[in-house]
């Protein structure tokens, strides 16, 4: 950064803190830190602003003053994203939700609830269930990451199956545009045709076309039962044929379907210290939950049915129905354990694809076999979301090999694993977005035509190219 | 319409029977008369040529033709929307998706349908079925409207309240653009977070930003069990009273919650023919239906607790649960007719409004009062999708009436009603969208902020303004 940029970027803080008051504005390297950081370590931000907002208005008097100052601004949630999306360039100010964070209302008649940005996931979750509500969005970093975040990322998680991705539970958005106005979309209403889908474009879109800083969202009565099972399967094709025929017998009270390799649930088992419920070898396991509210038995007895037809038929070879919750929580901390249990086994390349449901044995042969075929010895850490065709195919490296060896391989280990599955019409980030990691992936595997359609819609939201500039369609 | 135009339309004929073949365009007046109706009689076409493309390379070529002619095009399904949304003016150019009817791949395992835009509703509802899967938008015009125009127009309809509106029906488009290019947008992922909702911004769009093609539409399993019961009511008050408690206990079954005025419910049955289930007066009518995958006795002894229940508490004052298919279609047959059975009771000024579902009893009160105090004697026949907030809150005239002299008060009562949606965070156009008729509506009632990312939206993706101008948006 030269002499100009710094003197600029003080006076500019300047303003910030005339506007907005000294405690808003933090400059100091110490304060700065958290906002620098990054989740996988790929990135490292470069601002030395970072702006703490309390309320709608003062998000939209800093952007204001960034964009008349021509100065690049970077939403910031809960950090906690994996593709880099909230990394600041030199001379980008960070924007910060975390001081709104807000449960402004549960309507438990509605079934709505209305939050600011910064609400962190947990505490939505908990606040839904203090009112005998269901707020359904759950995954990893559901005790940091902030719904504001959620909502620009379109998050997945562990129950979209049945109740479907962060986009489906947003009723209203309130966003603060490029140039400071604010749009108040904040409406809570289940239909409303009157013009374009403005909500839908901004969710998902990473920040890079508003700050979203209020939202409405949609929640579910509170299930009165919970079954969970685990299952074992000698091969993936059987997963499809349970799943098919839990849809069949059970449709709407399948909550999760879950996959893991042996190898993801034998890391997981070791670092948590939790024993595999069962202790056999086995090539891959399924996590399914059934939820419902009616109560009563009949949700059990449908499982147990279905999983003993199944085993009959050899589909499983084996199956645990948890007989507690303190069970159910030990089947989903050995699922939710994996990303963290590949790191002491060496580095890891990771993958967030999709493909259509009836594709995944499909895929995972051609990848299994091509990455092999790469990278002799590459251990296959294949788990995720089966029921919406959602794998995060992950990779740890061969034994013994040096680390930075088989780091040296993502990008051709990516090139293998995202053709594969757009070849399969599949998706290169089924739910962690694009960001900066996958901007060139992005301009790689999408036509041209719908390259040009983003831009023009990037184009016509964010004409000076100032909101969160770089991420999801590259630098225009 | 002058000499000039008349000739550019001839020599525009010409040019689009030459690419595409004789049998593609129609000029003769019989020939164009289907596609100059409007399905409520307020407006009539105006074109002089309709094209009917047999696919989506002939669809492209139609719609370059055009655009290189600087002619308006108007993308139509099967006519039966409600607000004017294919209409034709002069000069402008019908393009029909009639002939693209195909139904191209039912996967059942997948839970998907790939069709094309002109497909029947009911074709694709009989198709799903064919295969144990159900494709759940359902609505009163489903034996003529086309799935291009449910995309196109976010059709709403009796199930959204458990499967959600056209847009989330909807996976995947393939779309014409308004230069002629295809995107290819079909895919069949339940997760893709690779940029920006382009999906969803064609959604709703009412063909103002491009013409839908194909769609992958999303399948679930077919229920095996449905019950079905009318329910009489005091007070609306009470509806969600036992829209609550049935939520509590039977959330994820409940397929339709459907409120209907004592007057519709007269006005149907003396219409249809079918005696009402109840013979005595009430103010208020219940339709609601509880269907699931499991089979059993479940979910009827469910109805039957929370009904009982409701009873000795009087929040109902009577209760029918169908014993038959056919007594359960009886009971939908007399909600289904309530539109057409307001034609013989005279003149109607009709509203689709939405407003957050615990707000419902306090519209009706304000609007029925409202709406009296201005023209006495105007008689209330409210009904429509209460579990979704969504009231069709239509008005037949005073008895003895002149028809016209209460058509003449359209302005007036839609000032009222949409001024009391709104007012009460509600919607003017829940589910019918805007077309030309509520284009000054849309322009009344949305914040400025909002209109002006609309029209950035549209410049952005129809930058020369020839695709369906004046819908939606106005003109430009």
Request: include cysteine.
């Amino acid at each position: 950064m030269d002499a100009t940029t710094a003197i600029a970027s003080d006076d500019l803080a300047a303003r910030l803190r005339q506007a907005l008051g000294d405690d808003r504005v933090i400059t100091d390297s110490d304060g700065l830190e958290p906002f620098l950081h990054e989740e996988r370590g790929l990135y490292r931000g470069a601002a030395k602003i970072a702006v703490l907002p309390r309320s709608t208005e003062e998000v939209a008097t800093a952007v204001r003053i960034c964009a008349e100052a021509g100065v690049p601004v970077v939403p910031q949630g809960g950090n906690t994203g994996l593709v880099g999306g909230a990394v600041t360039g030199a001379g980008e100010v960070v924007i910060s939700l975390k001081r709104m964070n807000r449960i402004l209302g549960v309507d438990a008649i509605d079934y709505t609830m209305t939050v600011e940005a910064g609400a962190i996931l947990e505490t939505i979750q908990n606040a839904a269930e203090e009112k005998d509500c269901l707020f359904p969005l759950s995954l990893g970093a559901e005790g940091s990451c902030q719904i504001g975040g959620n909502i620009a990322s379109n998050a997945g998680g562990i129950n979209v199956l049945r109740y479907g991705n962060t986009r489906d539970l947003v009723l209203g958005l309130e966003v603060v545009l490029p140039d400071g106005r604010i749009w108040n979309g904040l409406r809570a209403l289940h239909k409303d045709n009157t013009g374009y889908a403005l909500k839908h474009l901004f969710i998902g879109s990473e920040g890079t076309l508003g700050i979203i800083t209020k939202a409405v969202l949609k929640l579910f009565a509170l299930p009165r039962e919970r079954h969970t099972a685990l299952c074992v399967l000698a091969d993936v094709d059987h997963a499809l044929a349970l799943l098919a025929r839990l849809k069949a017998r059970a449709s709407e009270a399948i909550t999760a379907f879950e996959l893991m390799s042996g190898f993801a649930l034998d890391l997981a088992s070791a670092h948590s210290g939790d024993a595999k419920p069962i202790a056999d070898a086995y090539p891959w396991f399924v996590l399914l939950e059934l939820s419902g509210s009616q109560g009563g038995n009949a949700l059990r007895e449908t499982m147990e049915e279905v999983l003993g037809e199944a085993l009959e038929q050899e589909l499983i070879q084996d199956a645990v129905i948890a007989e507690s919750l303190d069970q159910a929580a030990v089947f989903w901390r050995l699922r939710e354990r994996i990303p963290e249990a590949q790191k002491p086994a060496g580095a890891s390349i990771k993958h967030d694809v999709a493909v259509p449901v009836s594709r995944i044995p499909e895929f995972l042969r051609a990848a299994d076999a091509a990455v092999i075929a790469a990278r002799p010895g590459t251990r296959l850490c294949a788990f995720g979301h089966l029921g919406d065709g959602n794998l995060h195919y992950n990779l740890t490296q061969p034994e013994g090999m040096d680390p930075q060896a088989f780091l040296d391989c993502w990008r051709e280990m990516n090139d293998i694993v995202h053709g594969i599955a757009v070849r399969l019409g599949g998706s290169f980030s089924a739910e962690h977005g694009i960001g900066l990691l996958k901007a060139g992936e992005l301009s790689h595997y999408k036509e041209p035509i719908e390259l040009e359609l983003m831009q023009r819609v990037k184009a016509a939201l964010d004409p000076s190219g100032t909101m969160n500039p770089g991420k999801v369609i590259g630098t225009a």
